[in-house]
């Protein structure tokens, strides 16, 4: 049996650990999509628990000499509801992309689970990236 319509991908690219070593803080760029608010919520939660320095910023705030900064997007579709189907989440150094995550469900409309809270949806995946920005 071949089910098409069932996958959910979770992808981590993790940041190199000699790069994690100097990590000494992370801003975040606000995204102006209300929407996700509870991930940049739970994106600061889950830098506090790792204890990794983080400060929320206006997408065009970012003070002069930051080095590391996160951006996060989202898609949404409809089925009865909306539901997410993408999050993505890329730490930068410098403006260059050096790690990140993403849950895509854009694959998964055939599953149950998919009007579950953004929380439910991407804390897992958020917590494994932030392993990897820890130093080792």
Request: charged residues 30%; glycine residues 6%; hydrophobic residues 40%.
């Amino acid at each position: 049996i071949i089910l098409y319509g069932c996958a959910i991908r979770q992808e981590i690219v993790p940041v190199d650990a000699k790069v994690a070593a100097n990590i000494d803080k992370v801003y975040i760029m606000k995204n102006f999509n209300d929407r996700l608010d509870p991930a940049l919520k739970l994106i600061e939660q889950k830098l506090d628990q790792q204890s990794i320095p983080n400060e929320r910023v206006n997408s065009s705030q970012l003070p002069e000499g930051a080095r590391f900064h996160i951006e996060y997007e989202g898609e949404w579709n409809w089925d009865m509801a909306d539901y997410l189907t993408l999050f993505r989440m890329s730490l930068f150094k410098d403006g260059r992309i050096i790690g990140g995550a993403e849950y895509n469900a854009k694959t998964g409309g055939m599953r149950l689970d998919k009007w579950g809270s953004i929380e439910d949806k991407i804390s897992p995946v958020i917590d494994e990236f932030l392993t990897t920005m820890k130093p080792r």
